[in-house]
């Protein structure tokens, strides 16, 4: 008989998720814990939602399918279609139009949140990400959008960065919409491809961007993208138009001017930042780097943004007849700790106990002693979790980087003193219990 081959999982990811290793995490800690700090600072108030929302009340990006699994994950219950968040700003505003009489405005929050894109991955752009948000709602002073590009620049200094390592670059949407005029692109469709070519031009430049304005681009992969199939005079009048310096519209102006009041200098105008998604209706934003960032095999990469924002006055009022003009920004957090890792080192407390070695079974309770003892003094400490000999134990310790070993075995048990053994000198101490917890800070 032959025997039958199981299929066993796999214990590969799909693309664009990762595992994340506890150095990673907790920086992203850190970063979370500086945001918060912010945060209070300037008065937003903290708010979570759900992780699904109804597909229709995530946005206009989605495409005009039967199953909307485009840019986002999806799927069916009840005869409605669910969807993983996209972001955190649809969501906002569905929770301003539930809540529009109960929440003063303008209503300012933030939220910290994991989001879900159904998009071709990259080097630090993947399909799971924890993004943070701070909006103002229900209000039209440009006041709001200054101060969020101010509080933005305080979170990224936070983190360890220099005013030279980084920029804000603002545009306005103004501008796209006066070009789409002058050259009278109308079509919704698109309107929406040609936002989102030009949203890639940090990433792709203007010859890959000038494709997705044509016909379309194929990339390396193989992968082709169709194009908004623009004739190449209005891709010309396109690139002529946002390579212009000189801020035009009103909205910026003004923005310059509330820049001034607030002495703050480190931005620069920048027409072709445009910002993807198509709610966004006046001033916008972006954080670049100005640092290299390198990928997994040590190349340089074009990483792009790592936050950006803009105003969005029409996108509560989806939802019914609700006054609530809006401006809000965000941070993908995951992107920012993949780049700061590369720049920066966090002095990140890990965890490394000391480990108690298991000699006898029968002497497990002098072991808990030894251990309540310890962690009494807040010191980080375990009894071997296995089972083994002390050479695998000793293995174990030193695998996770333990400062130190306690040795309890016959002789000890004797002596009535324990060994501290100093895994990084190797030097050994016999010690009393009460005299455990200096010694072991001599050593950590």
């Known amino acids: 008989m032959t025997k039958e081959k199981t299929n066993k999982p796999s214990k590969d990811l799909p693309l664009g998720f990762v595992d994340r290793s506890e150095k990673e995490l907790l920086v992203r800690d850190f970063i979370t814990s500086k945001i918060k700090e912010v945060m209070v600072k300037y008065g937003f108030k903290y708010l979570e939602t759900p992780s699904f929302e109804y597909t229709d009340s995530i ?39 539930k809540n529009y009489l109960e929440i003063p405005k303008p209503f300012k929050r933030y939220q910290l949140g994991t989001v879900w894109r159904n998009e071709k991955p990259g080097p630090g752009r993947f399909r799971e990400f924890l993004q943070f948000d701070a909006d103002f709602v229900g209000t039209k002073s440009l006041q709001a959008d200054a101060e969020l590009c101010v509080m933005i620049s305080e979170i990224i200094e936070k983190c360890g960065l ?18 789409f005029k002058k050259i009278n692109l109308e079509n919704p469709e698109q309107k929406l491809t040609t936002l989102r070519a030009l949203d890639k031009i940090d990433r792709l430049g203007w010859d890959g961007v000038k494709q997705l304005l044509g016909e379309g681009r194929k990339d390396k992969s193989g992968d082709f993208t169709k194009g908004a199939n623009l004739s190449s005079n209005n891709i010309e009048t396109i690139e002529k138009e946002l390579k212009k ?74 939802f019914g007849n609700y006054d609530a003009p809006a401006t809000g920004i965000s941070i993908g957090l995951d992107r920012l700790v993949y780049a700061l890792l590369q720049k920066k080192e966090f002095k990140i407390k890990q965890a490394k106990p000391v480990v108690i070695c298991v000699f006898d079974k029968s002497l497990i309770k002098e072991y808990i002693k030894i251990q309540n003892v310890l962690r009494s003094a807040d010191l980080s400490v375990e009894i071997y979790p296995g089972d083994g000999k002390l050479k695998k134990q000793m293995e174990y310790a030193n695998k996770i980087k333990s400062p130190a070993v306690i040795l309890y075995g016959e002789d000890e048990l004797k002596s009535g003193k324990l060994t501290l053994r100093d895994l990084n000198s190797g030097n050994e101490k016999s010690i009393t219990i009460s005299d455990l917890v200096n010694e072991i800070k001599k050593i950590i």
């Not at 220099?162 to 070009?179: L, M």
């Not at 209706?281 to 190349?299: A, H, M, Y």
């Open 59 to 97: 946005g206009k990006f989605l495409p005009d399918k039967d199953r909307p699994d485009e840019g986002v994950f999806s799927f069916q219950d009840e005869n409605k279609w669910l969807s993983l968040r996209y972001d955190l700003t649809a969501p906002l505003a569905r929770y301003v139009a």
């Open 162 to 179: 220099s005013k030279s390592e980084y920029i804000i670059k603002i545009s306005s949407r103004k501008i796209t919409d006066s070009i």
């Open 245 to 318: 310096k000189i801020p035009e519209t009103e909205d910026l102006k003004e923005i310059l001017r509330i820049f001034e009041d607030y002495n703050f200098k480190n931005f620069e105008f920048d027409p072709s930042v445009i910002r993807g998604l198509e709610y966004y209706t006046g001033p916008i934003f972006e954080v670049n780097l100005k640092f290299d960032v390198k990928n997994d095999k040590g190349q340089v990469i074009q990483f792009g943004s790592v936050g950006g924002g803009g105003r969005y006055d029409n996108l509560v009022s989806n």
